[in-house]
């Protein structure tokens, strides 16, 4: 691949990350402090992007997504992914909710990246989550809460750590949000909650060998 074309995968990389929206990060004024807050943090956890994170979403982006019913997404990403010789396994977590309601239950995919390539370095776990910016809806909300979900790509390749700085500060800004609207936080706006989604400790791992034939 010519260096042109190596700098024209690399922009749309940014772009997607940066600008899938449909209006940039902070484009009003009408923003209250704390939004504007929210909004440049943001900005700042969704352009930390590590060679890792831009790779495997290169993939899924040009390669692994074309023509694909949503609901065999997850695992033909799984699939190609381990094709590529990616550690990659489907993710299945459930938990219990307080107050006797209904247990949660999540999907999403992992993959496991050796740093630098060398079997001495610790393998950094990814998170990949096609559905990422609907998991963060709320009914009636703010314009500026509105604005601020918009700023997140609808597809999330990132770290533990970079997903955990995502949820709180979303958590934080929903609240902010319901409030404003005189609504009361429900328990599934929560911080812990919404970690167990994706940081579960019971997480059932479904590996490409296990998936069977699509």
Known sequence: MSSLDDEKLSQMIRDYIELDSSSPICSTKSLHADQKSYSLHLQDILESVTMAEAEVLRKIILYYMKDLEPNKQRKWIVMKLAGDDYEANLCRTSWV??????????????????????????????????????????????????????????????????????????????????????????????????????????????????????
């Open 97 to 214: 909710t307080k107050f006797n309601r209904p247990t949660g239950e999540y999907e999403y995919i992992d993959v496991k990246m050796k740093s630098n390539g060398t079997t001495s370095d610790a393998a950094v776990r990814l998170i990949i989550d096609i559905e990422f910016r609907s998991q963060f809806e709320l009914a009636r909300p703010t314009p500026e809460y509105e604005e601020l979900s918009n700023s997140l790509p609808s597809i999330f390749v990132g770290t533990e750590s970079k997903l955990e700085k995502i949820i709180s500060l979303f958590c934080s800004a929903a609240k902010q949000s319901l409030r404003e609207r005189g609504l009361h936080i429900p328990p599934w706006r929560k911080a812990s909650y919404m970690q167990s989604k994706w940081l579960s400790g019971n997480c059932k791992k479904i590996s490409f060998s296990e998936l069977g034939t699509i």
